[in-house]
């Protein structure tokens, strides 16, 4: 069964620092793997989606990598700002292409 | 503009109440996907739909029930509310053949008092 998980499990950065989220899965045989914001009380956001013959995808200040082999993938943050905060989520997706499975998140908090 | 819409945004409910939740989608994305999350912890899928008339429960054991009459239509039901119900409900959808990924509607915050 595929467990994802996500560290740290809360962050807290001042405004302007880079930053990174990591993700790890147990059965590297996915399809794809997609990043999701979510906001308190909200539902999701899909940030980045890579699928699992990328490398990496890039969107405005967020590049996501994904190394399928050793079961990894990294949210990368550039010059971070307060409305970044929320929780960030990492999903895999199984080879059908169909159920994702989610991490427990990040909670990131970028004081001004 | 292509979205998923969920109704309501927030229902409180007396036990033993029957309600539905409603999600619709305009991609014209084939399969649908419930999903429960309670406050600060990971969502877990409850039912899913690979097309008309096909629902399969997920992982999480849930009272609730759906179907899914047409394409764009995927209601969850709860015949008999009860305070373990509370959650945030979120309903998702996306194409039979990704790579386009999940989209998700903006939740249902249920509280059955």
């Known amino acids: 069964k595929q467990e994802v998980t996500q560290i740290p499990a809360a962050l807290s950065v001042p405004e302007g620092e880079n930053l990174v989220l990591n993700c790890s899965f147990t059965?590297?045989?996915?399809?794809?793997l997609q990043w999701f914001r979510q906001d308190p009380g909200k539902g999701l956001t899909s940030l980045l989606l890579?699928?699992?013959?990328?490398r990496e995808q890039t969107s405005g200040r967020l590049n996501a990598s994904l190394d399928k082999s050793s079961g990894r993938s990294t949210l990368y943050i550039a010059a971070s700002q307060p409305g970044d905060s929320a929780t960030y989520l990492c999903?895999?997706?199984?080879?059908?292409?169909?159920?994702?499975?989610f991490g427990e998140g990040t909670q990131l908090t970028v004081n001004p | 503009e292509a979205d998923i819409y969920q109704t309501p945004r927030y229902l409180v409910i007396g036990t033993g109440k029957k309600i539905t939740l409603e999600c619709s989608q305009t991609?014209?994305?084939?399969?649908m996907y419930w999903y429960q999350q309670d406050p600060g912890m990971e969502l877990h899928l409850i039912h899913y739909?690979?097309?008309?008339?096909?629902?399969e429960k997920g992982d999480l054991s849930s009272e609730s029930t759906v179907s899914r009459i047409r394409t764009e239509h995927f209601p969850l039901t709860l015949e008999s509310a009860r305070p373990s119900h509370t959650s945030q409900y979120l309903c998702?959808?996306?194409?039979?053949?990704?790579?386009?990924?999940?989209?998700f509607g903006s939740g249902t915050r249920l509280t059955v008092v």
């Open positions: 999903a895999v997706g199984e080879t059908s292409g169909s159920r994702l499975t």
């Open positions: 059965d590297s045989a996915i399809y794809n």
């Open positions: 739909s690979y097309g008309v008339n096909s629902t």
């Open positions: 991609m014209g994305h084939d399969k």
């Open positions: 890579i699928q699992s013959s990328q």
């Open positions: 998702a959808s996306s194409y039979h053949s990704a790579p386009y990924g999940y989209t």
